[in-house]
C-alpha cells in the first residue's frame, strides 16, 4: 500500500465505493431486518475489552442515537465523546492537547498531509479490526492517503457529500437543470445558505462546467498556491457579487438545519445528512446532486499517540465496522454507510432518500475531495474569510 503519486487517484476510490452503492443495490437488497434494537447481536470476544472507558473526538452528527447506547450495552464500555463541527476544530483541539484526552479521533479523508505534519497519531493495527467487512474502495482510500513509513493511520467511518438541499414546499427543482448555479437566480435573492468555500468551490465547478472558467474541474486549484490565487482571484469577485443572495452562513448540521426550518432559507449548499434528516422525519426538504456533481468526502477513524483505552478502542472500530453497525450509523445520520452488508439494513425511507438524492446519473460525475496540500487550507481560508466579510 504506497501513496499514489497524483492525489487524485486515491480520491477516485471513493467514486468506485460510491458508484457502488448504486439505487439498484438499495432497492433490490432484503428488506429491512428491523430497528437497531432489532440487529444482530454484537460479540465482544476479548474479555479485557469487555468494560471500562472509551473517549471519542468525534463529528457531532455522526454518531446518532442508538449508535453509542447499543454499543455500551453489548460490550459495558463506557463512551465519552466530545463532538466538533468543522475539520478545523478538530485539527486546533489535537494540536492544543497533543491528542491527549482522545481515543479515537475523526479525520475526513482527504486531510491526511496536515495530520502527518501534525504527528500526534500512532498507526493502526489493521489485524486487529474488521476490516474485511468494509467496502474494498473505502479502504483503499483510507490506506492510499494515510499510509506512510508502511503503517496505516485511518480507517473508514461513513461517506458523504455537498451538493443543493432546498424546501419543497416552496420552490420544484429538476435534476436535469439543477446547478450550483441555480443557487444564485434572482428568485433566490436573500434566501440562500453555505459555507464561505464551499460557496466558492460551487462557483468554481459552475464556472468550469459552463466553460467560463476553465479549471479540470478546479482540480488545477490544489496543484500550488499559485494555480490556487489563479483560479480564486477570478472566483472571489463573483462570490462578492452574490453576497446580497446570503440569508446565512452555516457552520454545523443544526444551523443547517434551523436555517431550513426556522431561518427563511429557501435553498442552499449544504452536507446530505442534514437535509436528508429532515426529509426523513417528514420536514418539507430534499437533497440532490447537480449537474456538476455533488462534491463527496469520507470520514474516518484514526487513533491518537496518547490514547489510553486501546483494547475498547478497537472493539468500538469492530463494531462501527459491522454491518449493524455501520447502518445505524447511516440510518439516523442521513450520511450512507461503509460496511458490505449494510445497506441491506437500511429502511425503505433511507433507501428512497438516497435514491432521489442520486437520480440518474448523478453517481458518475460525483467530485470527490483530493488529497489537500498543506498550504491549502490556509489559503483557502483567507479567500472564504475575505467573501465573508465583503
Not at 465496522?321 to 439494513?345: I, Q, R
Request: aromatic share 10%.
Amino acid at each position: 500500500m504506497t501513496k499514489p503519486t497524483d492525489p487524485q487517484k486515491a480520491a477516485e476510490a471513493t467514486v468506485r465505493a460510491a458508484q457502488a452503492f448504486t439505487r439498484r443495490t438499495l432497492l433490490t437488497r432484503s428488506a429491512v431486518l428491523g430497528t437497531a434494537a432489532a440487529m444482530g447481536p454484537w460479540i465482544v470476544k476479548d474479555a479485557l475489552s469487555s468494560s471500562g472507558t472509551l473517549n471519542l473526538l468525534n463529528w457531532d452528527d455522526e454518531l446518532p442515537d442508538p449508535v453509542i447506547p447499543t454499543f455500551e450495552k453489548k460490550t459495558g464500555i463506557k463512551v465519552n465523546t466530545t463532538p466538533f463541527s468543522q475539520n478545523e476544530e478538530q485539527i486546533n483541539k489535537l494540536q492544543a492537547t497533543g491528542g491527549t484526552g482522545f481515543d479515537l479521533c475523526q479525520p475526513t479523508a482527504n486531510l491526511a498531509p496536515p495530520y502527518k505534519e501534525l504527528e500526534v497519531l500512532q498507526p493502526l493495527d489493521m489485524k486487529r479490526m474488521n476490516l474485511d467487512g468494509v467496502l474494498p474502495a473505502f479502504v483503499d482510500t483510507s490506506a492510499k492517503l494515510w499510509t506512510w513509513d508502511g503503517k496505516l493511520y485511518h480507517v473508514p467511518h461513513t461517506w458523504g457529500s455537498e451538493a443543493l438541499s432546498w424546501r419543497t414546499d416552496l420552490v420544484t427543482l429538476d435534476y436535469k437543470t439543477l446547478s450550483y448555479g441555480t443557487m444564485w437566480e434572482d428568485r433566490f435573492r436573500g434566501k440562500v445558505q453555505g459555507r464561505p468555500h464551499s460557496l466558492m468551490l460551487g462557483i468554481g465547478l459552475w464556472l468550469d462546467a459552463t466553460g467560463k472558467l476553465p479549471t479540470n474541474r478546479m482540480l488545477d486549484a490544489f496543484k500550488s498556491e499559485e494555480a490556487f490565487k489563479k483560479i480564486y482571484d477570478q472566483i472571489l469577485p463573483i462570490a462578492i457579487s452574490k453576497k446580497p443572495w446570503i440569508k446565512q452562513f452555516w457552520d454545523s448540521a443544526d444551523n443547517t438545519k434551523s436555517g431550513l426550518l426556522d431561518n427563511g432559507v429557501v435553498i442552499g449548499q449544504t452536507w446530505d445528512g442534514p437535509p436528508l434528516s429532515l426529509k426523513k422525519a417528514g420536514k418539507p426538504v430534499t437533497y440532490m446532486a447537480p449537474q456538476e456533481g455533488a462534491i463527496t468526502w469520507l470520514d474516518g477513524w484514526s487513533m491518537p499517540k496518547s490514547a489510553k483505552n486501546i483494547e475498547q478502542a478497537y472493539e468500538w472500530l469492530k463494531f462501527v465496522h459491522s454491518a449493524e453497525g455501520s447502518a445505524m450509523v447511516a440510518e439516523g445520520s442521513g450520511y450512507n454507510p461503509v460496511a458490505k452488508g449494510a445497506d441491506a439494513l437500511l429502511s425503505p425511507v433511507a433507501k428512497k432518500n438516497f435514491s432521489e438524492a442520486y437520480p440518474g446519473d448523478a453517481l458518475s460525475k460525483i467530485w470527490p475531495r483530493p488529497a489537500e496540500p498543506s498550504w491549502f487550507a490556509d489559503l483557502r481560508n483567507q479567500y472564504a474569510e475575505k467573501f465573508k466579510a465583503a
